[in-house]
């Protein structure tokens, strides 16, 4: 049997940054050309965090202009909004059933939320087992995501080979697909892991001036113009080798190396700034038509719901019948 693929993203902002991309959104590109790939929209997820519908229907329109626009197609991969699946509720509390609360307990968000002493709600607390059902709902195999959601996937495993031993086999047992190298952990303008959460991303689709603004206050050592630089580790040599050819990124390395030249950290990031805009030309015009196409990028998204029902319907009809209450159509 083929395998199928699943992921997305919360919405808890209007666009995409460079640790998405490199890290998660690259990958499904490449994978959609295998078919059986599923990338939806977290709405439901994102609760935890917008609390205001008008800025949640504004981040949700912006993911999907950006998913479209990076080269998500609706011709190879299945694309919708996680409201158009609401049985994902329904699963997650079956599945919840079966999720002893330590496992809740070691999970990051909650955990790190828990120990800055920021009281956390439920919907927090929970929010992995909306994720295992978001993921079960399709009979994912594998699930493309950056480091941070390796342990997610390992509790849908979990979860799901709990469910499996307990009532038969209704799920496959689904792989984190994880890239390699500076993709897995792409740092931010302030040198830790770029989020969005932090403040410390650069959004692929943000105005030019904004973005440059941003580039030029990455944080550096005090090296000067004329002073030798450590390029490995260094942020602005980091994010270069994602959006430059290698040769470029080589030469930067060398000129980072030289003493005497005048080459200083405002060069790189002028350079980084360059390379960055062009590495994404073709999906920042793509971007603006979409984004004043609202009626396109809607249809693409209820073409998804439409594709995508089947299948859960399939899952919920082999979830009753396994835990004993009436399918749907048994009900009918
Ligand atoms: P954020 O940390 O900005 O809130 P999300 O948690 O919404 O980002 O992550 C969405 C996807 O992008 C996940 O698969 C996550 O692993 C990946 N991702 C986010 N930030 C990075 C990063 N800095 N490096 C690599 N992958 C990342
Ligand atoms: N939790 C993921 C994030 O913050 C988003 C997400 C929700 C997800 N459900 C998923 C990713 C299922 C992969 C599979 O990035």
Redo the contacts with the bound molecule.
């Keep these: 049997m083929s395998q199928v693929t699943l992921?997305g993203?919360?919405p808890?902002?209007s666009g995409i940054?460079?640790?998405?991309y490199?890290?998660?959104?690259r990958q499904w590109i490449d994978l959609q050309r295998e078919g059986g790939a599923h990338y939806f929209i977290a709405t439901y997820h994102a609760l935890t965090t917008v609390k205001k519908a008008e800025t949640l229907r504004d981040n949700i329109f912006g993911i999907a202009c950006d998913y479209l626009a990076l080269g998500l197609d609706p011709e190879k991969a299945v694309i919708y909004r996680q409201e158009d699946v609401p049985e994902v509720c329904e699963l997650s509390w079956v599945l919840s059933t079966l999720t002893p609360m330590g496992l809740l307990e070691r999970c990051h968000a909650y955990k790190d939320k828990v120990e800055k002493g920021i009281s956390a709600d439920h919907g927090l607390f929970a929010y992995p087992c909306l994720m295992a059902a978001d993921i079960l709902i399709v009979r994912s195999h594998r699930v493309p995501?950056?480091?941070?959601?390796k342990q997610h996937v390992e509790v849908t495993r979990d979860i799901a080979g709990k469910f499996n031993q307990l009532y038969g086999e209704v799920f496959p047992l689904p792989e984190p697909l994880i890239l390699e190298g500076q993709?897995?952990?792409?740092?931010?303008v302030d040198g830790q892991?770029?989020?969005?959460?932090?403040g410390n991303?650069l959004g692929i689709f943000e105005p030019e001036k904004k973005l440059r603004k941003k580039i030029m206050g990455i944080v550096t050592d005090s090296q000067g113009v004329d002073d030798p630089k450590d390029p490995e580790g260094n942020t602005i040599h980091e994010l270069y080798k994602l959006v430059a050819p290698q040769e470029k990124v080589d030469e930067m390395a060398d000129k980072m190396r030289s003493t005497g030249i005048g080459y200083g950290y405002g060069h790189a990031k002028q350079e980084l700034f360059e390379a960055l805009l062009e590495h994404f030309a073709d999906a920042r015009t793509a971007r603006a038509n979409l984004e004043s196409d609202p009626d396109k990028v809607e249809e693409i998204l209820r073409e998804g719901a439409r594709k995508i029902r089947p299948i859960v319907e399939e899952t919920m009809e082999a979830v009753h019948q396994a835990i004993g209450i009436q399918s749907r159509s048994e009900r009918s």
């Design positions: 992921s993203l919360t808890t902002s940054h460079l640790g998405n490199f890290g998660a959104v995501v950056g480091q941070d959601q993709a897995a952990k792409v740092p931010g892991k770029m989020s969005k959460s932090y991303d």
